[in-house]
């Protein structure tokens, strides 16, 4: 009886021993398994660029979408910053090191967050920050009317493709630096940033400060909002010419006398520049101060030997008239860099071809 007592207290240990063994087995196997066969981690991807790389695949930047969309990510545009993608045909044949591919999208990046309209609104030649070394790309050409804006010469083919709150997104026909493999070779100068102009004016005028300096591509689209077209197509088809002189001369202001519409655009090229430059003085006048001036007082034009003259008030005709001509609208648009003064007709082709 007590023989068969005692195996029966000893039952209670054997169960749980037996339990226990159990389970160690079976953790086991499953940390063999494990080992065996590696497990399987799925392929993540960045939250903040998954609307942006499915915006890139939709306009056909497979390879930039490709690179946004790995984790962890080859390359991501930081906060407030604007993004130029390459289209896909610029770089999809050429074998690029790694190293230089990352630093030439940094290069196309800026540093500030802009929209096409934004960009639109800046001035030809206006020099952006990038993320490379802060080097800098140009606006080499932006065309108001096109509604077009070119960056280190390379269009921008597809704008606003992705607008987010983070970062924007522009597609551009190519590269904003050489992909030659000479260029490659050049060490840690491999991009090319264009050299941004420095002025030798007075000392309001800093490097690169493009604030300072007359907004003519508002201009253009103001005269063209208020009737004054023929003008405006003419002032944008010379605009070039005169917004290197604006950088060169460090003009920080301007007076324009805006005739109504009228045909200047049949003129030659050569002679229709200077129909338009003697319309600009290099220097704000409002009327005001127009008024104020002494008659015969002489008023330097962008055509450096061509002036204007100061005719005064006449009492038979209300306005103040230069060089005979009425000013019918005063102070049409007045900025801190810029008067736009409504005038009866354009100034005669006799004064500028003298």
Aim: hydrophobic fraction near 40%; include cysteine.
């Amino acid at each position: 009886m007590a023989s068969s007592y005692s195996c029966w207290c000893w039952f209670p240990i054997y169960f749980i021993a037996s339990v226990a063994l159990g389970v160690i087995a079976i953790t086991s196997a499953i940390h063999s398994n494990s080992k065996s066969s590696p497990q399987v981690i799925p392929p993540q991807t960045h939250t903040l660029s998954t609307n942006a790389t499915e915006a890139l695949k939709k306009s056909g930047f497979v390879l930039m979408a490709d690179l946004l969309h790995r984790s962890p990510p080859f390359f991501l545009p930081p906060k407030n910053s604007t993004f130029f993608a390459i289209k896909d045909s610029a770089i999809k044949n050429t074998s690029l090191p790694l190293w230089f591919l990352k630093s030439l999208l940094m290069y196309h990046t800026f540093t500030t967050k802009l929209t096409m309209q934004e960009l639109l609104n800046k001035s030809q030649g206006t020099c952006e920050t990038t993320l490379f070394r802060q080097k800098n790309a140009s606006l080499t050409k932006v065309d108001t009317l096109q509604k077009t804006v070119e960056i280190n010469h390379v269009l921008i083919s597809n704008p606003d493709m992705f607008l987010g709150e983070e970062f924007n997104i522009h597609g551009v026909l190519g590269p904003f630096s050489s992909l030659q493999r000479e260029v490659l070779q050049g060490g840690s100068d491999f991009i090319r940033a264009p050299t941004c102009p420095s002025f030798k004016t007075n000392s309001t005028y800093e490097v690169g400060d493009f604030k300072n300096f007359v907004e003519w591509n508002k201009v253009v689209q103001l005269l063209g909002s208020k009737g004054y077209s023929s003008f405006s197509t003419a002032l944008h088809s010379v605009l070039e010419g005169i917004l290197k002189d604006s950088l060169s001369f460090g003009y920080g202001s301007a007076t324009i006398f805006a005739p109504p519409d009228v045909n200047l655009l049949h003129y030659p090229s050569t002679l229709l520049d200077r129909a338009v430059r003697i319309h600009i003085l290099p220097q704000r006048f409002t009327y005001k101060e127009l008024s104020s001036l002494p008659v015969r007082t002489l008023l330097k034009t962008l055509m450096h030997d061509d002036h204007l003259e100061i005719d005064g008030v006449l009492d038979f005709m209300e306005g103040v008239l230069i060089n005979g001509i009425q000013i019918v609208k005063p102070d049409m648009f007045v900025s801190e860099k810029f008067v736009v003064h409504g005038i009866s007709r354009a100034f005669k082709m006799a004064e500028i071809t003298a």
